[in-house]
């Protein structure tokens, strides 16, 4: 079962574009930071820094997408600096707060993409 789910994502990751990965990049950090403040709450102190690793690794990723020559993406990259400075706080300092915050931050992020996503779309059958 496992292998054809990650058939169904490698699939998925290879036809999607990059607009689209860029969403799943964003789905992916929220739930592997859920997953960090579980860990935390059961004290499965390994789990913990698994999650909130992969959780950095996709905003290393994030940020290696931006085009910085605009000038929105200097703005997404402090805000993922200061993204990735939270989560190294409840990564370390066991501070579900910060994580807390991480995940409220990356669902807003996320939402707007999504509705970004939908209004090109919109505007591409409308032509």
């Known amino acids: 079962m496992l292998n054809v789910q990650n058939q ?21 950090c ?12 059961k004290q499965d102190f390994a789990g913990k820094h698994t999650n909130f690793t992969k959780a950095q690794n996709i905003i290393e990723e994030l940020q290696s997408t931006l085009k910085m020559e605009y000038e929105i993406s200097h703005n997404l990259n ?3 600096t200061f993204l990735q400075s939270k989560l190294f706080e ?6 579900s707060e910060s994580a807390q915050y ?3 931050m990356f669902t807003e992020l996320r939402d707007t993409w999504n509705e970004a996503l939908k209004s090109l779309k919109n505007a ?4």
């Open 124 to 127: 591409e059958k409308v032509k």
């Open 90 to 95: 409840a990564n370390v300092k066991l501070n």
């Open 8 to 28: 169904y994502l490698n699939t998925r990751v290879q036809t999607s574009s990059p607009a689209e990965l860029t969403l799943m990049l964003y789905n992916g």
């Open 78 to 80: 402090s805000l993922y």
């Open 30 to 41: 929220i739930l592997f930071i859920k997953q960090g403040i579980t860990c935390m709450e």
């Open 102 to 104: 991480c995940v409220t």
